[in-house]
């Protein structure tokens, strides 16, 4: 079946960088836009960052625009998140998630990761 | 485009008819998602396009709307509906997010 798994997160001091993993399996990953959301403790859901098919195109938000980098690479299936000059803020659980369509960055999220949590604390 | 939900939680029965709503900061057309998240779970994509339910969705949900304005109605409360939703436009990037509404057991 479809299935996302991401890795990475962890405790991290302010200004310290951090780098979150997100592997696909069960669809043809090259074929689909991957986003990351994240949500802090109690929040609501906070869109980050969407990588196009082949890497051609990045987004984000502006709260992480400059310090999050999303990458990512088909031949292993896995979309990344690198996380520079990380804040108390950025805690959060991140999830990434699949588009819906195919060769489409839509932003509608079909398929979820069980999330990673990253804190950020001195 | 901030997206703006109401009410932010919303207490009801087994049985109840419940209807949440959304609202978006410009026009939308009808780019507007809905998601339902459980505690300790990753969120699940309930309705697409305002209307369109998703695989396996119950049939008891329903979305509506168009332009700025858009409802998600649950017909006939059941147990496992007791969760926060969200509504989400893909009008154009960022695809941001409502804040949430909280629907629990009266």
């Known amino acids: 079946q479809v299935q996302l798994v991401e890795s990475g997160g962890g405790v991290v001091q302010p200004g310290r960088s951090l780098r979150l993993s997100c592997a696909g399996s069960?669809?043809?990953?090259?074929?689909?836009?991957m986003h990351w959301v994240r949500q802090a403790p109690g929040k609501g859901l906070e869109w980050v960052a969407v990588?196009?098919?082949?890497?051609?195109?990045?987004f984000y938000a502006d709260s992480v625009k400059g310090r999050l980098t999303i990458s990512r690479d088909d031949s292993k299936d896995t979309v990344y998140l690198q996380m520079n000059s990380l804040r108390v803020e950025d805690t959060a659980v991140y999830y990434c998630?699949?588009?819906?369509?195919?060769?489409?960055?839509?932003?509608?999220?079909?398929?979820w990761g069980q999330g990673t949590v990253v804190t950020v604390s001195s | 485009i901030q997206m703006t939900q109401s009410p932010s939680s919303l207490s009801a029965s087994i049985g109840d008819t419940v209807t949440i709503t959304c609202r978006a900061s410009?026009?939308?057309?009808?780019?507007l998602n809905w998601y339902q998240q459980k505690p300790g779970t990753a969120p699940r994509l309930l309705v697409s396009?305002?209307?369109s339910l998703q695989s396996g969705v119950p049939s008891r949900f329903s979305g509506g709307g168009s332009g700025s304005d858009f409802t998600l109605t649950i017909n006939n409360v059941e147990p496992e509906d007791f969760a926060t939703y969200y509504c989400?436009?893909?009008?154009?990037?960022?695809?941001?997010f409502g804040q949430g509404t909280r629907l629990e057991i009266k």
């Open positions: 998630a699949k588009d819906v369509f195919s060769g489409y960055d839509s932003g509608t999220l079909d398929t």
């Open positions: 069960g669809f043809t990953f090259s074929g689909f836009g």
């Open positions: 990588i196009s098919t082949g890497g051609r195109f990045e």
């Open positions: 410009q026009s939308i057309s009808t780019y």
């Open positions: 396009a305002a209307s």
């Open positions: 989400q436009h893909t009008y154009s990037p960022p695809p941001t």
